[in-house]
C-alpha cells in the first residue's frame, strides 16, 4: 500500500488497470479497500427491494434484459466509485453474506470491529458473476437457464487473469456453487 502526504491511500498501477479494464468491458470490479490484504470473491452482487420491484411484472426474455440492464447500472455506479474514492452508500441494506464477511475478516485480521460493513476497510470483494439477482435460485425458479450468469462468468475471466488481482496475499472463495 502506498500512502500520500495528504494520509490518501496511492492506488497501484494495477489497480488502474483493472479499472480501465472494467470500464472498457462494462465489469462490475468491486467494493473496499482496493490496497488491502484480503480479497473476498463472492458468487454474485446482491439486491435491493427497488431492484427487485422492477422485475416484479417481467417475464423470459424481458425478465432476462432488466437483470442484465440492472446490472450494467450497478457497474456503471460501482467504477465511478472507485474512479472517484466516493465510499458505498449507506444505505446498503444488512444482509447475512456480509456478516459473515465482516466476521471472516475480523478473525484473520485479529479485529472486533462491529460497524456494518466495516470489513470494507480490511478487504475488497469482487464477485465470479456481475449479473444480480435477488437470490440464488432466482432464474431456475423463474424458468430461466443459467445462461446469463454463465456468460458474465466467462466475459469476467480476462478481469480475473490481471496483475492486480494476483496481488492478494489472501483470497476468499466464498461462491458455494456456481
Known sequence: MR????????????FYEALN?????????????????????GKEC????EKKAR??????????????????????SNLYRLENRCPL??????NPTWKNYQDLTNKIMGLNKTEWGSFLDDSFITEFS???????NFLKEKGLTDR????????????FS????????VVILACGHL
Open 3 to 14: 500512502i500520500m502526504e495528504n494520509n490518501e491511500i496511492n492506488y497501484t498501477p494495477e
Open 21 to 41: 479494464h472494467c470500464k472498457k468491458n462494462h465489469l462490475f470490479f468491486g467494493e473496499g479497500t482496493p490496497t488491502a490484504e484480503i480479497l473476498i470473491i
Open 46 to 49: 446482491g439486491f435491493n427491494t
Open 55 to 76: 422485475l416484479s411484472n417481467k417475464e423470459g426474455v424481458d425478465l432476462e434484459n432488466e437483470i442484465l440492464q440492472i446490472s450494467k447500472e450497478e457497474a456503471d
Open 89 to 94: 452508500p449507506k444505505h446498503v441494506n444488512y
Open 130 to 136: 456481475q449479473v444480480q439477482l435477488p437470490y440464488s
Open 148 to 159: 446469463i450468469r454463465k456468460e458474465s462468468i466467462n466475459k469476467r475471466e480476462a478481469l
Open 162 to 169: 490481471l496483475p492486480f488481482f494476483r496481488s492478494f496475499p
